[in-house]
């Protein structure tokens, strides 16, 4: 029976490890994501991995021939609990895939699109219903806001949800 596993790959060489597993017949799946990066002082559209240094193997347990997995180049090898090889259960990966656009991404442009200094409103929480600057991304899920607090400018961090165009 065939069942999804994740691979740990070698640094910056995911894209390296999908092109020789799939040169070798087997059925892989790395998510990509596109986002907004700051590159040489311009906001440019960037696709990177959803999960940087992994992707996911489809194999059979049984009939499939695991070995040439480890010695393929950019694989570090399989991710392994001790002795043991956990499989990545199959609603995880249908859950990732339904998430991605034609081009096979999870598109986070959108979810960056704020410039700093730039007018938002705090949809959500305490500050409901305040404007604020924005100023930063902390990461994937949180930002950095200047909010006027009794004539004085406090940063504050939110979920990236919890705020919208002023």
Same mark, same amino acid.
């Given at each position: 029976? *065939?069942?999804?596993? +994740? !691979?740990?790959?070698?640094?910056?060489?995911? $894209?390296? $490890?999908?092109?020789?597993? /799939?040169?070798? &017949?087997?059925?892989?799946? %790395?998510?990509?994501?596109?986002?907004?990066?700051?590159?040489?002082? *311009?906001? %440019? =559209?960037?696709?990177?991995?959803?999960?940087?240094?992994?992707?996911?193997? /489809?194999? =059979?347990?049984?009939?499939?021939?695991?070995?040439?997995?480890? &010695?393929?180049?950019?694989? +570090?090898?399989?991710?392994?609990?001790?002795? @043991? !090889?956990?499989? !990545?259960?199959?609603?995880?990966?249908?859950?990732?895939?339904?998430?991605?656009?034609?081009?096979?991404?999870?598109?986070?442009?959108?979810?960056?699109?704020?410039?700093?200094?730039?007018?938002? %409103?705090?949809?959500?929480?305490?500050? +409901?219903?305040?404007?604020?600057?924005? @100023?930063?991304?902390?990461?994937?899920?949180?930002?950095?806001?200047?909010?006027?607090?009794? @004539?004085?400018? @406090? *940063?504050?961090?939110?979920?990236?949800? &919890?705020?919208? *165009?002023?």
């Amino acid at each position: 029976m *065939k069942h999804w596993y +994740a !691979v740990h790959c070698k640094p910056s060489q995911d $894209a390296r $490890a999908e092109l020789n597993l /799939r040169n070798q &017949s087997y059925e892989i799946f %790395r998510p990509m994501v596109r986002l907004r990066r700051q590159r040489r002082g *311009k906001l %440019r =559209d960037v696709r990177e991995s959803m999960f940087p240094r992994y992707l996911f193997i /489809r194999l =059979d347990d049984l009939h499939e021939n695991w070995s040439p997995i480890r &010695s393929t180049f950019g694989v +570090a090898g399989l991710v392994r609990w001790g002795e @043991q !090889v956990p499989t !990545v259960p199959t609603s995880v990966i249908a859950r990732l895939w339904e998430g991605l656009d034609a081009e096979g991404c999870v598109d986070l442009t959108a979810a960056s699109d704020y410039q700093r200094n730039e007018r938002v %409103r705090i949809t959500e929480g305490a500050f +409901a219903g305040y404007e604020a600057l924005y @100023q930063a991304r902390t990461g994937e899920e949180r930002v950095v806001v200047l909010l006027n607090i009794m @004539q004085q400018a @406090q *940063k504050i961090t939110l979920p990236a949800t &919890s705020i919208a *165009k002023a």
